[in-house]
């Protein structure tokens, strides 16, 4: 193994976490947590990992934005013809990964997905830059394309289209909320005994677990 690799390991400060300040709900937890992140200046702590299954039981990652966090869960928005929207339709479980390095945390989130209302999407819609209702309108996002060539032309097509108009959200893109059955928080302790903490959704109940690290 190359050593510059093997060596990658940081130490983290000792803070406990203890079950007596987490929320009793893990939502408002994630919350505390995504708040602690961007005091703490994480780079983009919105960027969240989001796992799907296909038709033919594999699974993929990538990432996406957190757009919005509220009581019934996460909120991401892309293209509804996208890879990850065709498994989302087939497979409605998913999962996501969150991992803020610089303050040693951690957190996963599982459960089913569902998208948002077409108002919702039209209301988050109108809050994007120009560019980017373009290139919302231009990528045919997961298709194969000819050439990137290609893909800039259509966007001046586009950009010669709606200039000085009224951009509508498309139909084939919008939000999904994941509402969560388990949410686990990862908190970085020294000598690897790091803290974990399970929320289970029990009917409308969260139970709190701690786990071995
Ligand atoms: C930091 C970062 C943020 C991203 N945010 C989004 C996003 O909010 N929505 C989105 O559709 N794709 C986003 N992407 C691109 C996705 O990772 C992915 O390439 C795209 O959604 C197509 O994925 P799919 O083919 O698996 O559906 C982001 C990529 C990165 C690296």
Redesign the pocket.
Known sequence: MEKYILNLRKEYADIPLSLKELSKNPLKQLKHWLNDAIKEKVV?AN?ITLATVSRNNRP?I????MKQLNSKGVI????YN????KDLEFNPYAAINIVWREIGRQVNIEGKIKKISQKENERYFKLRTYEAKIAAITSP??SVIKSREQLDKIFLTNDKIYKNKKIKCPANWGGFILEPNRIEFWHAREKRLHDRFVYLKDKKNWKIIRLAP
Request: aromatic share 12%; glycine share 0%.
């Open positions: 983009e960027i993929s990538r990432a996406v934005l991401f928005f892309t293209n996208s890879r990850k929207a996002q997961s």
